[in-house]
T-cell receptor, first 113, second 115 residues
Framework: QQQVKQSPQSLIVQKGGISIINCAYE??????FPWYQQFPGKGPALLIA?????SEKKEGRFTISFNKSAKQFSLHIMDSQPGDSATYFC????????????FGQGTELSVKP | KAGVTQTPRYLIKTRGQQVTLSCSPI?????VSWYQQTPGQGLQFLFE???????NKGNFPGRFSGRQFSNSRSEMNVSTLELGDSALYLC??????????????FGSGTQLSVL
């Protein structure tokens, strides 16, 4: 199965709170898991990424947690800000498939001031 | 460095027509991938070109085609347009070295509306 399932579809968080977005996959041939952020009228922009041999990666307020045995990974946004309001996509890269990414359905995040 | 440039930004066509979209990758990038984004299906991979050759292909009908030029610029063509082809078409460029963690850089897309 080449699907990546993402939840929730939408998320409302108060300023300063933690936003958590979850993704799950089935195919063990996925070898790289990036997260993208997309603002209205713009293309997706790479936010942070992780390889399956790493359990956690942190960059500033953004952290990916990866559970290889459960085939799940999640994005945590600490101290969420109104400027973080955007649509977030998890994705998975298949081994030896170049620029082909399998994307989750997206999560629309709204951070209320 | 300039980012990925897609033209035109908006396009309105009628059913049965054909359309050509253009993408200029980041300087030095040799791989160009195309994605279709719709509210219902999300982001779906169309195809990837590297060194003027199609390297990967998604599950789209033959009406969707593309090509890449020697300067790495790419075009995609959709023939015999259908209403369901209305979407945001995104182009992404990367170095093309085939590394697992190679970063994709997306353009702002071409919004195609089929009437």
């Amino acid at each position: 199965q080449q699907q990546v399932k993402q939840s929730p579809q939408s998320l409302i968080v108060q300023k300063g709170g933690i936003s958590i977005i979850n993704c799950a996959y089935e195919n063990t041939a996925f070898d790289y898991f990036p997260w993208y952020q997309q603002f209205p009228g713009k293309g997706p922009a790479l936010l942070i990424a992780i390889r399956p041999d790493v359990s956690e990666k942190k960059e500033g307020r953004f952290t990916i947690s990866f559970n290889k045995s459960a085939k799940q990974f999640s994005l945590h946004i600490m101290d969420s800000q109104p400027g973080d309001s955007a649509t977030y996509f998890c994705a998975a890269h298949l081994y030896n498939q170049g620029g082909k990414l399998i994307f989750g359905q997206g999560t629309e995040l709204s951070v209320k001031p | 460095k300039a980012g990925v440039t897609q033209t035109p930004r908006y396009l309105i066509k009628t059913r049965g027509q054909q359309v050509t979209l253009s993408c200029s990758p980041i300087s030095g990038h040799r791989s160009v991938s195309w994605y279709q984004q719709t509210p219902g299906q999300g982001l779906q991979f169309l195809f990837e070109y590297f060194s003027e050759t199609q390297r990967n292909k998604g599950n789209f009908p033959g009406r969707f085609s593309g090509r890449q030029f020697s300067n790495s610029r790419s075009e995609m063509n959709v023939s015999t347009l259908e209403l369901g082809d209305s979407a945001l078409y995104l182009c992404a460029s990367s170095l093309g070295k085939g590394a697992t963690n190679e970063k994709l850089f997306f353009g702002s897309g071409t919004q195609l509306s089929v009437l």
